[in-house]
């Protein structure tokens, strides 16, 4: 006969034993290190993936599993590759910075809308190519490629995938604490110890 509320409903062993575990300093460090993606401005079919380590220790050994889906969410086989090195990174770039560069030489041209700013700009293509260039070449240079490890506490870093069919990337993560526990947390899921 139940007086009050619900009749008791017993707990599993294991349930309790996630319950405390989960109330645990470790984990409490494990879940602030966290992915977040993000589109990277202006360039289509690159993403921005962001990893943060919100805990008050270092991790180190730092695998980023990231992959592509579609609009459902749903894993996709395709390309998703660190964007340092690859020739579209270089091509998306260039084309963008050329485009910058030859509308301002174009609004500052008195000659504008007449054939001699026509010659003008196929005479400067050259000139622009040879300021597009190096320009091009120092954003590449300023990418990470990959994540520090050991990664430092408080610390966040951003490596840009190239995902050209994707819908979004998603960043799965495994990390070893500083008591050498080995974690592992996908996407919008709460870390869980690696087994041994």
């Known amino acids: 006969m139940v007086i009050f509320g619900h009749p008791h409903q017993s707990r599993s062993a294991a349930g309790i034993e996630v319950e405390r575990f989960e109330r645990t300093y470790e984990f409490d460090e494990a879940r602030r290190v966290a992915p977040s993606v993000n589109p990277?401005?202006?360039?289509?079919?690159?993403?921005?993936?962001?990893?943060?380590?919100?805990?008050?220790?270092?991790?180190?050994?730092?695998?980023?599993?990231?992959?592509?889906?579609?609009?459902?969410?749903?894993?996709?086989?395709?390309?998703?590759?660190?964007?340092?090195?690859?020739?579209?990174?270089?091509?998306?770039?260039?084309?963008?910075?050329?485009?910058?560069?030859?509308?301002?030489?174009?609004?500052?041209?008195?000659?504008?809308?007449?054939?001699?700013?026509?010659?003008?700009?196929?005479?400067?293509?050259?000139?622009?190519?040879?300021?597009?260039?190096?320009?091009t070449s120092q954003q590449i240079a300023r990418l990470a490629d990959c994540y520090p490890d050991p990664f430092p506490a408080g610390a966040e870093e951003t490596v840009v995938y190239y995902a050209p069919n994707a819908a979004t990337v998603r960043a799965d993560l495994t990390f070893t604490d500083t008591s050498g526990n080995r974690w592992t947390r996908s996407h919008d899921q709460r870390p869980r110890l690696v087994e041994r």
């Open 40 to 135: 990277t401005l202006g360039l289509p079919g690159f993403w921005d993936v962001t990893v943060h380590n919100g805990s008050a220790t270092p991790i180190a050994q730092l695998e980023a599993d990231v992959y592509p889906v579609d609009a459902t969410g749903s894993r996709i086989e395709d390309e998703c590759v660190t964007a340092k090195g690859h020739r579209m990174l270089w091509k998306t770039l260039s084309d963008r910075n050329r485009a910058e560069v030859r509308g301002k030489v174009n609004s500052s041209n008195p000659h504008s809308g007449t054939p001699f700013a026509e010659i003008t700009a196929a005479t400067m293509e050259d000139l622009i190519m040879n300021i597009v260039s190096p320009i």
